[in-house]
């Protein structure tokens, strides 16, 4: 998988726009951008993924870098109930396909 | 089904019993994922399923650890003569095929060996 990198924790106010950064400088021309989250004691879910252009969902918005090195999670209007390890992944197309977790961006919501 | 369905939620087991874990998968998904998360770790692979042959082992830690799958649909991952080291919450993950899906994962098996 190409490697990415996240901030180890980030926190956001409840109501706000949480902006979670990653950079995937070694990522090839065919690999897609994918976002998933987990809540404590809960399996991940899957967010939102993205090849070149911005995507959204119900979810949240997925801006990604012109040069593809990079892309940002944005979760409009953060609740406490977005607590979670966000992970952003870009899993090497062909074989196995799986996904490689790292550590996450540990993301806390204040009230 | 209508989502990733795991069995038992939870197992309790003596040190050295073997025990079997169960995923159905969601209807019609050909690929099979099982990771495992230990207590405030990170998730890792275990094993891939393409229909019911398996391409990626490479994740499993030892001879202990198996899995099937059959009918292409539900998967077993047996340990047998368990550790306290493999304590952990093992996941299931099911996709249509990977490039443009994801995975749906369950709620998980939350494993103790005593």
């Known amino acids: 998988d190409a490697k990415t990198t996240q901030p180890t924790s980030m926190d956001c106010a409840e109501g706000r726009a949480a902006n979670l950064p990653c950079n995937h400088s070694?990522?090839?021309?065919?690999?897609?951008v994918y976002w998933y989250r987990q809540i404590h004691s809960q399996g991940p879910q899957y967010i939102i993924h993205?090849?070149?252009n911005n995507e959204t969902n119900e979810m949240a918005s997925l801006i990604i870098t012109e040069d593809r090195k990079s892309s940002t999670l944005i979760l409009p209007h953060a609740t406490l109930r977005d607590t979670a390890v966000y992970y952003c992944?870009?899993?090497?197309?062909?074989?196995?396909?799986?996904?490689?977790f790292g550590k996450g961006t540990k993301l806390t919501v204040n009230p | 089904g209508a989502g990733v369905s795991q069995s038992p939620s939870n197992k309790v087991t003596e040190k050295g019993k073997d025990v079997e874990l169960r995923c159905d998968p969601i209807?019609?998904?050909?690929?099979l994922y099982w990771y495992r998360q230990s207590l405030g770790q990170g998730l890792e692979f275990l094993i891939y399923?393409?229909?019911?042959?398996?391409?990626?082992k490479s994740g499993l830690p030892s001879d202990r650890f198996s899995a099937e799958r059959t009918g292409g649909s539900v998967s077993t991952l047996t340990i047998q003569r368990t550790q306290q080291e493999d304590s952990a919450v093992y996941l299931c993950?099911?996709?249509?095929?990977?490039?443009?899906?994801?995975?749906?994962f369950g709620s998980g098996t939350r494993l103790t060996v005593v």
């Open positions: 993950a099911s996709s249509l095929g990977f490039g443009l899906y994801g995975y749906t």
């Open positions: 070694t990522i090839s021309g065919n690999e897609y």
């Open positions: 993205g090849l070149k």
């Open positions: 992944i870009v899993p090497t197309q062909g074989g196995s396909e799986k996904l490689v």
């Open positions: 209807s019609g998904h050909t690929a």
């Open positions: 399923f393409q229909g019911n042959s398996a391409p990626d």
